[in-house]
């Protein structure tokens, strides 16, 4: 993970905050930010061993009730001061309130969590990333499914899939000017953050160590982390982005490809997606 010196560092929906902790071999105190979606209250009863006390003896400003989703919660984080915002190992929460149930009933998970990534991206770019700083998002998600399903590679920045040749082509919608890229991943190396945990969102329990990847966005195209950064290879012609297959050998394979259940669910998921964007 990318951390240069001296760089400012806002943490989002960080469970148990043991993520933030961790970090503080990294990051120095004072330009660390730790945030949780769960309240104070919540949080020390849903996990009994938590890092909140850690932090705050730390010096770490630390803020509760934090909904990425929502403008007017994300304001309440400093604003315009971050070099890198990080969310690691997101994942909505499957308890809900009555009222987010019946707001959600109709929505599935994998669409959730687009959409919660969706607006992770567009809150962090627009109201806590300094204009003068790094610029840099990073979405730390293990490699397998479901979290492979919501394309984070495609789906959360202003891109265009079309289905219209050999393969659903990723191209660059008339608005991408200067508009946030995905710009490539790398291997998130856990070794790195001692005690860092990660937690299932509604109880008090761990969740297995697996092999993760950081997925990094800036609006800066050139910034000098893609050296270190492998770039997405699914977005070529011949290949399909959605299933990450390819390359196929010709419109025949292609065709069948199109036909299988993997690729039908994928294309399901997308347009769900598009659908749910256009009514954002």
Same mark, same amino acid.
């Given at each position: 993970?990318?951390?240069?010196?001296?760089?400012?560092?806002?943490? +989002?929906?960080?469970?148990?905050?043991?993520?933030?902790?961790?970090?503080?071999?990294?990051?120095?105190?004072?330009?660390?930010?730790?945030?949780?979606?769960? /309240?104070?209250?919540?949080?020390?009863?849903?996990?009994?061993?938590?890092?909140?006390?850690?932090?705050?003896?730390?010096? +770490?400003?630390?803020?509760?009730?934090?909904?990425?989703?929502?403008?007017? /919660?994300?304001?309440?984080?400093?604003?315009?001061?971050?070099?890198?915002?990080?969310?690691?190992?997101?994942?909505?929460?499957?308890?809900?309130?009555?009222?987010?149930?019946? =707001?959600?009933?109709?929505?599935?998970?994998?669409?959730?969590?687009?959409?919660?990534?969706?607006?992770?991206?567009?809150?962090?770019?627009?109201?806590?990333?300094?204009?003068?700083?790094?610029?840099?998002? *990073?979405?730390?998600?293990?490699? +397998?499914?479901?979290?492979?399903?919501?394309?984070?590679?495609?789906?959360?920045?202003?891109?265009?899939?079309?289905?219209? $040749?050999?393969?659903?082509?990723?191209?660059?919608?008339?608005?991408?000017?200067? /508009?946030?890229?995905?710009?490539?991943?790398?291997?998130?190396?856990?070794?790195?953050?001692?005690?860092?945990?990660?937690?299932? $969102?509604?109880?008090?329990?761990? +969740?297995?160590?697996?092999?993760?990847?950081?997925? $990094?966005?800036?609006?800066?195209?050139?910034?000098?982390? =893609?050296?270190?950064?492998?770039?997405?290879? *699914?977005?070529?012609?011949? *290949?399909?982005?959605?299933?990450?297959?390819?390359?196929?050998?010709?419109?025949?394979?292609?065709?069948?490809?199109?036909?299988?259940?993997?690729? =039908?669910?994928?294309?399901?998921?997308?347009?769900?997606?598009?659908?749910?964007?256009?009514?954002?």
């Amino acid at each position: 993970m990318y951390l240069p010196k001296n760089c400012r560092v806002i943490t +989002v929906g960080d469970g148990d905050l043991s993520f933030s902790r961790a970090l503080l071999a990294h990051v120095s105190p004072n330009n660390l930010i730790a945030s949780t979606y769960d /309240s104070e209250s919540v949080l020390r009863n849903k996990y009994k061993h938590n890092a909140l006390d850690d932090l705050l003896n730390a010096g +770490v400003a630390v803020f509760h009730d934090i909904d990425i989703t929502n403008l007017e /919660s994300v304001k309440q984080l400093p604003q315009e001061q971050a070099d890198i915002v990080i969310f690691n190992h997101p994942l909505v929460p499957t308890q809900k309130t009555y009222a987010q149930y019946q =707001k959600e009933r109709n929505k599935t998970a994998n669409l959730l969590n687009r959409n919660l990534l969706y607006h992770f991206i567009k809150h962090s770019f627009d109201v806590l990333l300094s204009s003068s700083g790094e610029r840099l998002c *990073y979405i730390t998600t293990k490699s +397998v499914k479901p979290y492979s399903h919501w394309h984070i590679e495609t789906s959360l920045t202003p891109l265009v899939l079309t289905p219209l $040749v050999l393969t659903p082509l990723v191209t660059a919608s008339s608005d991408s000017k200067n /508009s946030v890229e995905f710009l490539g991943s790398e291997a998130f190396n856990v070794s790195l953050f001692k005690n860092y945990l990660i937690r299932n $969102v509604d109880r008090d329990k761990c +969740v297995k160590h697996e092999a993760s990847d950081i997925y $990094v966005y800036s609006d800066n195209n050139e910034h000098n982390i =893609k050296s270190r950064l492998t770039s997405f290879q *699914y977005d070529q012609e011949g *290949y399909c982005p959605l299933c990450r297959k390819g390359p196929f050998a010709n419109q025949a394979d292609w065709e069948l490809h199109k036909n299988t259940r993997i690729h =039908k669910a994928q294309w399901q998921y997308h347009l769900d997606w598009q659908q749910h964007k256009s009514d954002l």
